[in-house]
């Protein structure tokens, strides 16, 4: 079946350094790849998404980049901030036209103060 | 305020004992998801519905049932639960599909002993 793997699985960085989580995708007719984070025993929130027809799409300090030939994508965290800290996870659509969601097993980022 | 509304939020149940998890959302939101999310697994979407009387499977769909008679309204249904259905499970909600920001509601936890 169709699968997101995303690595690192935990990622601990300094307060202010950057922080980059990958993503690899299987079903090449994706074509939209949202970001949650997650705090802890909270519901995931939406912090950014793109879709197929964009390589690069930034928020403030969240960035993410999509490269579809290579099937991966990428979320960067410039300047973080200890309430960067959650766990985030990568999705992609999946069964062309459905509306059908895949998501990756999740990030743990924590930032050291 | 807009918001997804889950109930219950804590269950406990037996083998084999039929019940039923509510969400509600007061968006007029037209597609309606839900996802399952275990240690390790990240989250898994089980069903989701597009509109009124128009729902399909995700990932993990066996041993669920939804349905939608209302527009608000999207019941996940668990005819005869069994262990390896124990699991936070989340409602989620956007306006038109999976490609707008999901909503999602505050979790439901479920053990099954």
């Known amino acids: 079946g169709e699968n997101v793997e995303q690595h690192p699985s935990t990622l601990s960085v300094q307060e202010g350094d950057s922080a980059v989580i990958k993503c690899t995708y299987s079903?090449?007719?994706?074509?939209?790849f949202p970001w949650y984070k997650q705090e802890l025993g909270k519901r995931p929130q939406l912090i950014i998404d793109?879709?197929?027809?964009?390589g690069e799409k930034k928020d403030q300090r969240i960035a993410v980049t999509l490269n579809k030939t290579a099937k991966h994508f990428s979320l960067h965290i410039t300047e973080t901030q200890p309430e960067d800290s959650a766990v985030y996870f990568c999705?992609?659509?999946?069964?062309?036209?459905?509306?059908?969601?895949?998501f990756g097993t999740g990030t743990l980022l924590a930032v050291q103060p | 305020e807009a918001q997804v509304t889950q109930n219950p939020r804590y269950l406990i149940t037996v083998t084999g004992k039929k019940l039923t998890v509510t969400c509600s959302q007061n968006?007029?939101?037209?597609?309606m998801s839900w996802y399952r999310q275990d240690p390790g697994l990240g989250l898994r979407q089980i069903y989701y519905?597009?509109?009124?009387?128009?729902?399909d499977k995700g990932d993990v769909p066996e041993g669920y049932k939804v349905s939608r008679k209302e527009k608000r309204n999207f019941p996940l249904i668990l005819e005869s639960p069994s262990p390896n259905q124990t699991s936070l499970y989340f409602c989620?909600?956007?306006?038109?599909?999976?490609?707008?920001?999901?909503?999602f509601g505050p979790g439901t936890r479920l053990l099954v002993l």
């Open positions: 519905s597009m509109n009124v009387e128009v729902t």
């Open positions: 999705a992609a659509s999946y069964g062309g036209a459905t509306n059908k969601l895949i």
């Open positions: 079903d090449s007719a994706s074509n939209y």
């Open positions: 968006m007029n939101h037209e597609y």
């Open positions: 793109i879709r197929s027809n964009v």
């Open positions: 989620a909600s956007s306006s038109t599909g999976l490609r707008q920001t999901q909503y």
